[in-house]
């Protein structure tokens, strides 16, 4: 299982008679950006809570990192690892979810560094050192010391998105980390999350950002009930859709407005776009 930096074999999760994976399978390469697309409802984030644990899997196996994730095999039987166990497990799986979930008594630079001193014992000064590593990767060098009520909800998802980084994950997840930020704040976010896919981070996105999708994306995969219709580049997959229900997820989201047409190349680029779009309101 090496070869992959996530392997999902067979997963299945129900909630009593709700059936919200059926049995489920997904490969993803070391630094390969997979896009998730499909209805609400689809079980798209439910397969991200299974691969970071936060929900207990019915069936199947996940391996993160070559690691059998939530279990230890026994002679072909599966035996539930401790919490703590898990929780260690865990500290390798960056989220960042809808909603931005900040401490909001504590600063920027104090949200970053909270994780890799109080789960993984770093020492103040190091992850003090790597939160202004950060700060300045996201673009908010300038706001160490503001608080979450003081920064626009693209500037806060880019703290949790530093914040994720903070504890050096392998894989980092996302759940649709645009639909609460008004429209002209998500390009900053989706340029930042670019930045990452060119930096070689493995990524696993949830949206509805078609063309971050399209542009970003090195495999989509199309679920809808709880399976994976579809899967594969963005050109088959997008352009060429096989399956009806593609199709006509497709056709439905492209007759949507869409937050942003292109996806800014830097975060620069999607400030600047930003304070001339606040200019033209001015007008």
Request: glycine share 8%; aromatic share 4%.
């Given at each position: 299982m090496t070869t992959f930096k996530l392997s999902i074999d067979g997963v299945r999760k129900a909630y009593g008679p709700v059936v919200a994976l059926q049995p489920t399978s997904l490969d993803v390469r070391e630094g390969e950006f997979v896009t998730l697309l499909g209805p609400s409802g689809s079980g798209k984030t439910t397969l991200l809570r299974c691969i970071n644990q936060l929900e207990t899997i019915d069936g199947g196996r996940i391996w993160v990192d070559g690691d059998l994730m939530g279990y230890e095999d026994r002679a072909g039987t599966l035996h539930r690892l401790t919490d703590k166990r898990i929780a260690a497990q865990r500290r390798d799986i960056g989220m960042c979810f809808q909603r931005f979930n900040l401490f909001p008594h504590k600063t920027t630079l104090e949200n970053i560094m909270e994780a890799p001193v109080q789960v993984k014992g770093e020492s103040r000064a190091k992850a003090r050192e790597r939160a202004i590593a950060l700060l300045e990767r996201v673009g908010l060098e300038d706001k160490p010391a503001a608080y979450p009520a003081q920064l626009s909800g693209g500037q806060q998802q880019r703290v949790a998105i530093a914040r994720a980084l903070a504890m050096q994950p392998k894989l980092m997840l996302f759940d649709?980390?645009?639909?609460?930020?008004?429209?002209?704040?998500?390009?900053?976010?989706?340029?930042?999350?670019?930045?990452?896919?060119?930096?070689?981070?493995?990524?696993?996105?949830?949206?509805?950002?078609?063309?971050?999708?399209?542009?970003?994306?090195?495999?989509?995969?199309?679920?809808?009930?709880?399976?994976?219709?579809?899967?594969?580049?963005?050109?088959?997959?997008?352009?060429?859709?096989?399956?009806?229900?593609?199709?006509?997820?497709?056709?439905?989201?492209?007759?949507?407005?869409?937050?942003?047409?292109?996806?800014?190349?830097?975060?620069?680029?999607?400030?600047?776009?930003?304070?001339?779009?606040?200019?033209?309101?001015?007008?």
């Amino acid at each position: 299982m090496t070869t992959f930096k996530l392997s999902i074999d067979g997963v299945r999760k129900a909630y009593g008679p709700v059936v919200a994976l059926q049995p489920t399978s997904l490969d993803v390469r070391e630094g390969e950006f997979v896009t998730l697309l499909g209805p609400s409802g689809s079980g798209k984030t439910t397969l991200l809570r299974c691969i970071n644990q936060l929900e207990t899997i019915d069936g199947g196996r996940i391996w993160v990192d070559g690691d059998l994730m939530g279990y230890e095999d026994r002679a072909g039987t599966l035996h539930r690892l401790t919490d703590k166990r898990i929780a260690a497990q865990r500290r390798d799986i960056g989220m960042c979810f809808q909603r931005f979930n900040l401490f909001p008594h504590k600063t920027t630079l104090e949200n970053i560094m909270e994780a890799p001193v109080q789960v993984k014992g770093e020492s103040r000064a190091k992850a003090r050192e790597r939160a202004i590593a950060l700060l300045e990767r996201v673009g908010l060098e300038d706001k160490p010391a503001a608080y979450p009520a003081q920064l626009s909800g693209g500037q806060q998802q880019r703290v949790a998105i530093a914040r994720a980084l903070a504890m050096q994950p392998k894989l980092m997840l996302f759940d649709e980390p645009t639909s609460a930020l008004d429209p002209e704040l998500v390009g900053e976010v989706l340029a930042v999350m670019r930045e990452l896919a060119r930096d070689g981070m493995t990524m696993i996105v949830v949206t509805h950002e078609m063309s971050f999708a399209r542009e970003v994306a090195d495999h989509v995969v199309f679920m809808d009930d709880g399976v994976v219709v579809e899967h594969g580049d963005p050109a088959s997959v997008i352009n060429n859709p096989q399956h009806a229900r593609t199709r006509s997820f497709l056709r439905r989201m492209q007759s949507e407005p869409q937050a942003v047409e292109h996806i800014p190349e830097s975060l620069q680029d999607a400030i600047a776009a930003e304070k001339h779009h606040d200019l033209k309101e001015d007008e």
